[in-house]
């Protein structure tokens, strides 16, 4: 059997922070298990899957909102895959445009430096 954990074992496990967690659960992406009577949450290996699930999506550069929406589609007993497949494929562009982006100022970099560099070479020779 598992053993619940406090939310400060939670985001030990999770490697993140208890503000993190906090602010999922006022987002309503992650609940506590149990609440006991001092207050404190708890949590279940459900809970540290979740969380897990939600962290790996915020470093993919999903949003809240869409994370929201895959977590209450995963949520659904039958579920029907369209929403979450239209939505890994969003994303999927997005991450590809951004990958453009980057690529192209990583080469604009390159060139511009070697410009420089070239320059900085041809005024030495006057030194």
């Known amino acids: 059997m598992y053993r619940m954990l406090s939310i400060s074992q939670l985001a030990k496990k999770a490697e993140t922070t ?9 987002k309503g ?4 298990k149990m609440k006991a009577i001092n207050n404190y949450r708890y949590y279940d290996q459900g809970s540290l899957d979740k969380l897990s699930f939600i962290l790996n999506c915020r470093s993919l550069g999903i949003s ?3 994370i929201e929406s895959l977590c209450e589609e995963l949520e659904t007993p039958n579920q029907n895959c369209t929403k979450v497949n239209n939505l890994i494929k969003k994303h ?16 604009n970099m390159r060139c511009d430096s070697f ?3 070239m320059i900085i070479n041809k005024l030495s020779k006057f030194l």
């Open 18 to 26: 208890i503000d993190t967690i906090r602010f999922y659960e006022k």
């Open 29 to 32: 992406l992650l609940l506590p």
């Open 64 to 66: 809240i909102k869409d």
């Open 92 to 107: 999927t562009k997005e991450l590809d445009n951004r990958i453009k982006q980057l690529t192209s100022a990583n080469s």
């Open 115 to 117: 410009k420089s560099h």
